[in-house]
């Protein structure tokens, strides 16, 4: 038994044949009009109505398929061109991000009455145990231990391991970094010991010494490291314990350790 579908296609073929058969009878008279012109063009002209929207709709699915394939590349094309712009926008920025610090130090070197070698910070130290970077710069840039090392907003801390092209500096926050410092308001003095924070502590100081947050502290130069009148910190917290001789006297220095990539090592 025959299913509907294919009772359909047979009914096609059928009417298809009808209407070539008919066509092929009114061309054997061309010039007349006949019942059957009439029938053949009847049944012909829906079939070949339908062919011809079939193939336009064909046509236009090629035609908008091409087109998305274009506007897809141009679309990945795009996006390349994006992020290289982007790309190069940072590299732009970092450049002058860069060039704004060593700005900073130029001057800071022109106005220092020392000799002062620029480095960059090439390493920091990922044990945890000290807070320490290593620099560029070692022996044959005439890098000692001992040396100072700041940067344009102060202290950063001093050589303590100089090897041939490089060398390592131990930090200002390092707990067994010591500066001679003092208040700069009222000339008290102090040490300055690196802690387990980003912090110091200004040790040493008697209770009668007026210290007020806020106050600078600058370094006294009696250490013989660091030449006097380089910036220290800025005193954060003061106490006074109910016993003993000294106050409590907590810094936060002007150098920021988690940021520092330039620094000036002073050669004398």
């Known amino acids: 038994m025959f299913s509907k579908k294919l009772a359909r296609i047979l009914c096609f073929v059928f009417l298809f044949l009808i209407n070539i058969l008919l066509l092929s009878v009114s061309a054997k008279h061309p010039h007349r009009y006949t019942v059957v012109d009439r029938v053949a063009m ?3 002209v829906p ?6 929207r079939s193939l336009h709709f064909c046509r236009g699915i090629w035609d908008h398929y091409f087109e998305l394939v274009g506007v897809r590349g141009e679309c990945e094309r795009l996006k390349e061109m994006l992020a290289q712009a982007r790309m190069e926008r940072s590299r732009y920025l970092e450049s002058e991000m860069a060039a704004e610090r ?4 130029l001057e800071m070197k022109s106005q220092f009455p020392h000799t002062l070698l620029p480095a960059q910070v090439a390493a ?6 000290s807070q ?7 022996r044959k840039d005439g890098v000692a231990k001992g040396m100072a090392v700041i940067d344009s907003e102060g202290i950063v801390g001093h050589v303590v391991k100089d090897f041939d092209w490089s060398a390592q500096v131990l930090l200002l926050i390092d707990q067994s970094s010591a500066v001679d410092a003092l208040v700069q308001r009222t000339r008290f003095r102090g040490i300055v010991e690196g802690e387990t924070t980003q912090t110091c502590s200004f040790k040493y100081v008697v209770r009668k010494a007026d210290i007020q947050i806020g106050d600078t502290l600058i370094s006294s130069g009696l250490d013989r490291v660091f030449p006097k009148g380089l910036r220290v910190g800025a005193v954060a917290s003061v106490s006074k314990p109910a016993s003993g001789l000294f106050q409590e006297v907590k810094v936060q220095p002007f150098v920021d350790f988690t940021r520092i990539e330039e620094v000036l090592v002073v050669l004398e």
């Open 47 to 52: 079939f070949q109505e339908s062919v011809t």
């Open 132 to 138: 320490t970077i290593i620099i560029n710069r070692g």
């Open 42 to 44: 009847a049944g012909i």
């Open 124 to 129: 920091h130290d990922p044990s945890g145990w």
């Open 102 to 105: 060593l700005r900073e130090l």
